[in-house]
C-alpha cells in the first residue's frame, strides 16, 4: 500500500519559519520525482517545489529564495523548508510522488495545514 504522510503544518506568525516533512511507503522512492503543491483558501492548486531524481529541484516564483526542497532516498523522505513566511502561504500543503516519466503513477498525500497569521 501506497502511503505519503505530510507533518510540520500549524500556526505561525509572518516572518516565521515552518519545516514541512513527507514520510513515503510502498514505492521505490528513488525513481520518483518528488513535489509539494498547496491548495489556498481560493480553492487553486498550485506546484510549489520539485525535486528530480537527481535532486534537480524547481520552485514557483512566489517562493523562491524562501523555501528549499530536498529528499532523502535512504530514509524515503521529502522535506520543504519554509522560511520567511506570508500569510499569502496560508493553504494545504500536499505532497505528490510523481512517477509518471517512468511510467508509473501519481501519488498523493492527505494534505498539511499551514496557516500564517499574527
Known amino acids: 500500500q501506497v502511503q505519503l504522510v505530510e507533518s510540520g503544518g500549524g500556526l505561525v506568525q509572518p516572518g516565521g519559519s515552518l519545516r514541512l516533512s513527507c514520510a513515503v511507503s510502498?514505492?521505490?522512492?528513488?525513481?520518483?520525482?518528488m513535489g509539494w503543491y498547496r491548495r489556498t483558501p481560493g480553492n487553486q492548486r498550485e506546484l510549489v517545489a520539485s525535486?528530480?531524481?537527481?535532486?534537480?529541484?524547481t520552485y514557483a516564483d512566489s517562493v523562491k529564495g524562501r523555501f528549499t526542497i530536498s529528499r532523502e532516498n535512504a530514509k524515503k523522505m521529502v522535506y520543504l523548508q519554509m522560511n520567511s513566511l506570508r500569510p499569502e502561504d496560508t493553504a494545504v500543503y500536499y505532497c505528490?510522488?510523481?512517477?509518471?516519466?517512468?511510467?508509473?503513477?501519481?501519488?498523493w498525500g492527505q494534505g498539511t495545514q499551514v496557516t500564517v497569521s499574527s
Open positions: 505528490s510522488a510523481d512517477g509518471s516519466s517512468k511510467k508509473l503513477s501519481i501519488y
Open positions: 510502498g514505492i521505490a522512492f528513488s525513481v520518483y520525482a
Open positions: 525535486i528530480t531524481r537527481d535532486a534537480r529541484t
